[in-house]
T-cell receptor, first 112, second 114 residues
Framework: DQQVKQNSPSLSVQEGRISILNCDYT??????FLWYKKYPAEGPTFLIS?????DKNEDGRFTVFLNKSAKHLSLHIVPSQPGDSAVYFC???????????FGTGTSLTVIP | EAQVTQNPRYLITVTGKKLTVTCSQN?????MSWYRQDPGLGLRQIYY???????DKGDVPEGYKVSRKEKRNFPLILESPSPNQTSLYFC?????????????FGPGTRLTVT
């Protein structure tokens, strides 16, 4: 049973525009949420994270928003660049630590 | 260079033939973990290790074994592989097993069991 869900398998965005990737979760006991980016034939790389006690975290072009009441988080990329084309996974850490649950991924294509 | 290495990168084997996928990190990380990636299912955690000699089950541990005898190594063992273990496997490490720290992933091992 998927505890972290990414309902959009793919997303296409024009270069320079905003990309919004969404993630929903079912367990209110998650402590941290993270986003990872994955290029083909490579392992995932960390992008940005947010603690469950915050509602926003920003790092350059990347911002993550957390809505705990809706059990929803989103990743905003502004402006989108062709190099951002990759699969994005959201992940959640259990409150007890050590266990991580990943979503199914969203493939982002940024069109030049 | 700080990295997580996995070997082999590609492996085709037959049902029931024991195999080991090695994972090594050079960052002195306490925490290591194994994941499998399958289409439509994303990444799922198999096993993790908080420190040497301390391991625990993740979400999908059936059919897998691990050991952590040294800090840098965390091999994944399939005692009797079956076709449903055909997947892309990733090893990861982190200073600690908390979301406060990012996980560093290896390049992946593509396993096919026929």
């Amino acid at each position: 049973d998927q505890q972290v869900k990414q309902n959009s398998p793919s997303l296409s965005v024009q270069e320079g525009r905003i990309s919004i990737l969404n993630c929903d979760y079912t367990n209110s006991m998650f402590d941290y949420f993270l986003w990872y980016k994955k290029y083909p034939a490579e392992g995932p790389t960390f992008l940005i994270s947010i603690s469950s006690i915050k509602d926003k975290n920003e790092d350059g072009r990347f911002t993550v928003f957390l809505n705990k009441s809706a059990k929803h988080l989103s990743l905003h990329i502004v402006p989108s660049q062709p190099g951002d084309s990759a699969v994005y996974f959201c992940a959640a850490e259990s409150l007890t630590g050590n266990q991580f649950y990943f979503g199914t991924g969203t493939s982002l294509t940024v069109i030049p | 260079e700080a990295q997580v290495t996995q070997n082999p990168r590609y492996l085709i084997t037959v049902t029931g033939k024991k195999l080991t996928v090695t994972c090594s990190q050079n960052m002195n990380h306490e925490y290591m973990s194994w994941y499998r990636q399958d289409p439509g299912l994303g990444l799922r955690q198999i096993y993790y290790s908080m420190n040497v000699e301390v391991t625990d089950k993740g979400d999908v541990p059936e059919g897998y074994k691990v050991s952590r005898k040294e800090k840098r190594n965390f091999p994944l063992i399939l005692e009797s592989p079956s076709p449903n273990q055909t997947s892309l496997y990733f090893c990861a490490s982190s200073p600690q097993g908390t979301g406060r720290y990012e996980q560093y992933f290896g390049p992946g091992t593509r396993l096919t069991v026929t």
